[in-house]
């Protein structure tokens, strides 16, 4: 299975970079990485990148790879990867392949071009094929997520020479590609994000649903499962609620202790009912907009979990945190079995 792919497209200044940044942060908020395909050509360019980097943060790892980020693949498990952008990408290759030239030392001349339009011809189509090679190995990673930003830039005025327009001719065959690739493509205008292409459903739907008989004997099980006797963890439990405005599950943690009479009391000794206030204060809070970024913190990343929850606790949990998910999705109340 190849990785996810995110294209975020645009003009300038539409607020692709931006975009994606913040998309990048929610799926991966601990440590995505920014892919930076650019050369850094002059002084201010170099300026520019030492600004972008400050502006995304210490949490943010940079790589800066102009040709061949696949060579990075061991460092992507698991993360979210910026790449920005495309363009930029395309231009390299494109002065590898001969189209273009690179500026002058001093930085005050913009890329040159062959004047030979057989050679930039035959110079364009190697960079595209080769780009769009890079592109797939890149992306056979099945346990990354790439967030591509590239540029409209057929949109805007055709460029006068050969090589400038075979340039915007070999970005639009690239966004094309990219954009077949992808499982979500975003159109930016004006700073407003406009999904044109969906994560795909499944495929094999529609199977044959449960009726309404069906739905109610299931029902009838859960009410009659839900009434059964359950020894309580004598370490600690989960309280889950939601929060509608904040669009999140919210799952606090605490810790308790069981007396002789076996009842579950606070540290304290302090005996703890059902319905009421006399809980103690939360040892941990994680929150989750969905139920498994939720059940993620809680049983994968908590450094507690192993030696404090047990299985039936934590399926429990899982099965609760799908109910809250469901009703939070719906917009309707929720109340922990």
């Known amino acids: 299975m190849p990785a ?45 990148i030492e600004r972008h980097k400050s502006e995304r943060g210490d949490h943010w790892t940079t790589i800066e790879e102009p040709l061949r980020p696949s060579e ?37 001349s913009d890329a040159a071009a062959s004047s030979d339009a057989k050679q930039v011809s035959d110079a364009s189509e190697r960079a595209l094929a080769d780009v769009k090679a890079e592109f797939q190995k890149m992306t056979k990673q099945w346990d990354a997520t790439f967030v591509v930003v590239t540029n409209e830039i057929g949109s805007g005025l055709h460029g006068e020479g050969a090589a400038s327009r075979k340039f915007v001719d070999a970005q639009g065959w690239l966004n094309q590609h990219v954009g077949a690739r992808a499982d979500v493509v975003v159109h930016m205008v004006a700073g407003v994000p406009n999904i044109i292409k969906q994560l795909p459903g499944e495929r094999r739907d529609p199977l044959k649903a449960p009726t309404s008989r069906d ?19 004598d370490k600690g439990y989960f309280m889950m609620k939601l929060d509608h405005d904040a669009g999140v599950i919210c799952v606090t943690y605490h810790s308790c202790i069981k007396n002789d009479r076996g009842e579950i009391c606070d540290v304290k000794g302090n005996k703890i009912s059902c319905g009421g206030n006399n809980r103690p204060a939360p040892m ?29 606790h934590a399926a429990y949990i899982g099965r609760e945190a799908q109910r809250a998910e469901q009703c939070l999705f719906a917009g309707k109340f929720y109340q922990q079995d």
């Open 215 to 233: 739905l109610a004997e299931r029902a009838m099980l859960d009410k009659f499962l839900s009434t059964r006797n359950l020894t309580m963890d």
């Open 284 to 312: 941990e809070t994680f929150e989750g907009r969905t139920a498994k970024e939720l059940t993620v913190k809680i049983f994968e990343r908590w450094e507690h979990a192993r030696e404090l929850v047990t299985l039936g």
């Open 4 to 48: 996810t792919v995110y294209l975020v497209t645009g003009g300038a200044r539409s607020g692709k970079s931006s975009y994606a940044q913040t998309l990048c942060e929610q799926i991966c908020p601990k440590n995505p990485i920014y892919l930076a395909t650019s050369k850094a050509w002059d002084d201010d360019f170099k300026n520019r």
């Open 72 to 108: 990075h693949a061991a460092a992507f498990g698991g993360r979210a990867i910026l790449v920005d952008c495309l363009t930029l990408w395309l231009t390299n290759y494109f002065v590898e392949a001969g189209a273009f030239a690179e500026p002058a030392a001093d930085g005050e």
